[in-house]
């Protein structure tokens, strides 16, 4: 198998660095201070077997705003929905999710979940969840929960209103464990994006949108 060419992103997010205490709150004064980054997502995969609803949409777009404070990592991220879908019951009902996806031994990676020896870490989250899950993968087919209860330090924000999504998730820069990427300020990563659309979309598993590799550089 080639590896693929070192990724070159065309859009880097930047982290913008905030002294002091940051409320999980989309109106702190302090995301005023953060560059808001506009993410096309526009590569749709299938899982196999699947049922598909809505293929004529090839395109979504999530806003993006992170900030750090030298403890903590901060994603502020919006994006449409005309009609929040919050639970998950039988077939077909699914709830909204979106994910965060870090390369998590190398600086590059595979798009679709990482591969054996570039594996990726993601955060997950879905609108009926308690809290957003650290989830490790090395290819497709193979995300799990990391099984360690220190990597599941994320905390989060939600809130659906006017036809928007709102979401912040934050966790320690620093890595709890071996199953999460660890942020150092002046360093720059790549990171993608996923999507999935509940409710009449039926998206779930690997049936969803996502994004190509962007930079991320904290500053």
């Known amino acids: 198998m080639v590896n693929p060419s070192p990724v070159v992103p065309s859009t880097t997010i930047p982290a913008a660095y905030v002294s002091g205490h940051i409320a999980l709150d989309p109106g702190d004064p302090a995301w005023a201070q953060a560059l808001e980054t506009t993410i096309n997502l526009t590569r749709r995969l299938n899982e196999a077997g699947a049922r598909v609803f809505r293929l004529d949409e090839k395109t979504r777009s999530i806003k993006v705003k992170v900030l750090h404070n030298g403890n903590d990592i901060f994603f502020l991220c ?8 919050a639970s998950v019951d039988d077939y077909p009902v699914f709830a909204d999710a979106f994910a965060l996806q870090f390369p998590l031994l190398t600086e590059d990676g595979i798009i679709c979940m990482g591969s054996i020896d570039k594996p990726v870490n993601i955060i997950f989250w879905r609108a009926d969840l308690s809290r957003p899950e650290n989830v490790v993968a090395g290819g497709m087919g193979t995300p799990q929960t990391s099984p360690d209860a220190a990597s599941q330090n994320i905390r989060h924000y939600q809130e659906w209103s006017n036809g928007m999504w709102k979401v912040i998730i934050t966790r320690p820069m620093a890595a709890a464990s071996e199953n999460q990427v660890s942020f150092r300020r002046g360093a720059n990563y790549i ?29």
């Open 191 to 219: 990171i993608a994006f996923a999507n999935w659309r509940g409710g009449a979309y039926g998206e779930r598993g690997g049936h969803k949108i996502v994004s190509e590799w962007h930079g991320l550089s904290i500053k």
């Open 78 to 85: 919006r994006w449409s929905e005309n009609t929040a879908s």
